[in-house]
């Protein structure tokens, strides 16, 4: 798919907000638009800093604010909570400011000399927030600004900003974006902010704590810049701790380096989650496989099984892989693995993936977490990979992490990100379906949205994940992204993934192996909230004497 230009082109964002805007808009642009972001630039006076910059051929430049967090407006003032304290933040001001900045730069550069002026204008983008429509400012027109409903076709916001400009001016030709990219110098860094609406109330949160869960996992993305001369390596860490997010992280810096990369754990629902989040990206980071280690051997011919079939999937498939392996030319082996969930694989699946490197000492990136090993198989990564630990929680609230984490194997340091408090419906496991069913209704009359919502299981099946699984796998994964519906999962499928809230219903019958492994997995695969159905003496029994306190909310 054709990108637009762009200055420069990997840019560097501080927080998930810039991050999810600049990707919308080279998602939309066209292929002769010019993206600009985090362009400093620096005269007598002061510093300035520009968010986004977009130049539109025969339209114009739309310079832009980027706001993520928490925002007001008192008395026609725009404040900001900041971690510091509460500080006046205009971003009007700062868009405006921004727009003169660059305009100076650009038409006082010998690239535009003799250039007639063209169309500028400058918005502000709150892809957190979600504004009334009868918003209005005597600086900020509701056209101005770019909200979270406009994020989807948010070129067109932009445009209408530029149209909207009753000015004498030309529009921007080919040349003038030529002459604006060879005017460029320096970089300029993100800012966060966002306001809210009383009636938006959740999606308000679960927005905020989408900002900072990404921004938190840029900062422990730099734990890849440490093993970048490490080729094979074993990253351990509990529930939340962010290993999906860094290996999906590094199959695609691997791939972006030029290195034919595979990325794959055990479940289909992560790995297609995982084909998503790269296909976000531009073609040059995308690993040139992405998905299971059985449709790895799919791919290479091997034979098709029986869901139902446990030998062919742990032995009798990985045998016939191993041949297949061995036969591929040279040019179809890997110069790099990356396996998230590996705690999953067997013994039997790990020769495959080393015969499937071009070298001994190929790439070899494991993700792992021993808690959440719910599988009657066991297998051990290969020796000699070097351990690195991650101790800290990206992912759930500081209720939702206090929760679990006396379950974790390895002690994490517990999110400090504040959330509502954990809810426990004390029931019987016949009647935990029951209970969660409840729990839909309840959390969608407080403002919930159906795709914030997942439903899971330790016991048998919900009867909705079974009607939707019978029209195949493939559908049913798509309906984790459907935005008008809950999401019916077990938490043996859900690993690696999550949702704002959870409904765990703990409806399997008492004396099960493994219990306390899905157990575990089920308590941490909620962001925002988490709903528990269930029997408290099973839980106790499970969890331990602190899980259930702390789901009963004693500290």
Not at 145 to 154: G, Q
Not at 157 to 172: F, I
Not at 321 to 339: P, S
Not at 373 to 390: E, K, M, N, T, W
Request: hydrophobic share 40%; with cysteine.
């Amino acid at each position: 798919m054709p990108t637009p230009m762009l200055w420069p082109e990997e840019p560097k964002f501080a927080s998930g907000a810039e991050q999810r805007v600049w990707t919308a808009l080279r998602e939309q642009l066209g292929e002769n638009d010019l993206l600009i972001a985090n362009q400093r630039f620096t005269d007598h006076a002061r510093d300035y800093e520009l968010d986004i910059a977009v130049v539109f051929e025969g339209l114009g430049v739309v310079v832009l604010e980027i706001k993520g967090g928490k925002v007001w407006v008192e008395h026609g003032k725009w404040f900001q909570e900041l971690p510091e304290g509460v500080k006046r933040r205009d971003p009007v001001e700062q868009a405006m400011t921004a727009k003169h900045v660059l305009k100076k730069w650009v038409e006082d550069s010998m690239a535009w000399a003799g250039k007639r002026p063209i169309l500028w204008a400058h918005g502000v983008v709150l892809p957190n927030v979600r504004l009334d429509p009868q918003f209005d400012m005597p600086d900020c027109h509701r056209w101005m600004v770019v909200d979270r409903a406009d994020m989807d076709d948010v070129v067109s916001r932009l445009r209408n900003m530029l149209t909207m400009q009753e000015r004498d001016a030309r529009p921007c030709d080919a040349m003038d974006i030529v002459a604006i990219h060879e005017a460029l110098q320096g970089r300029f860094l993100p800012q966060r902010f966002s306001a809210t609406l009383p009636s938006d109330a959740v999606a308000d949160r679960v927005a905020d704590h989408d900002d900072v869960i990404e921004r938190l996992s840029l900062e422990q993305s730099r734990i890849l810049d440490f093993i970048a001369h490490v080729d094979q390596v074993e990253i351990r860490g509990g529930a939340g701790s962010g290993k999906t997010w860094l290996a999906v992280e590094q199959a695609r810096r691997l791939a972006r380096d030029g290195q034919r990369v595979a990325l794959m754990s055990y479940s289909r629902g992560l790995s297609v989650w995982m084909g998503r989040r790269l296909s976000t990206f531009g073609h040059k980071d995308q690993p040139a496989y992405v998905g299971t280690f059985h449709g790895l051997g799919a791919e290479w011919g091997a034979t098709e099984g029986d869901d139902n079939d446990s030998d062919f999937w742990e032995n009798r498939l990985p045998q016939e892989m191993l041949g297949l392996v061995r036969e591929l030319e040279w040019g179809e082996l890997f110069d790099a693995i990356v396996i998230d969930e590996a705690q999953d694989f067997a013994d039997s699946w790990w020769p495959v993936v080393l015969e499937a490197l071009k070298y001994e000492d190929s790439g070899l990136y494991v993700f792992t977490d021993e808690g959440q090993r719910i599988f009657h198989r066991f297998g051990d990564s290969p020796a000699g990979l070097v351990p690195l630990i991650l101790d800290r929680n990206l992912r759930n609230t500081k209720q939702i992490s206090q929760t679990f984490s006396p379950m974790a194997p390895n002690r994490l340091r517990v999110s400090q990100h504040e959330g509502e408090e954990v809810r426990f419906v004390e029931c019987s496991h016949e009647d935990a379906l029951d209970r969660a069913d409840d729990m839909v209704d309840q959390l969608i009359d407080e403002g919930w949205q159906p795709s914030d919502i997942a439903v899971l299981t330790t016991g048998p099946r919900h009867p909705e994940q079974k009607s939707r699984q019978e029209a195949g796998w493939q559908s049913y994964w798509d309906s984790f992204w459907d935005k008008d519906q809950v999401f019916y999962g077990h938490v043996s499928g859900f690993k690696g993934l999550e949702r704002p809230a959870v409904i765990l219903a703990v409806n399997e019958q008492p004396g099960r192996d493994r219990a306390t492994e899905r157990l575990y997995v089920g308590l941490s695969r909620a962001r925002d909230l988490l709903v528990v159905c269930g029997d408290a003496e099973h839980i106790e029994a499970q969890g331990g004497p602190a899980v259930l306190k702390r789901l009963r909310g004693i500290r």
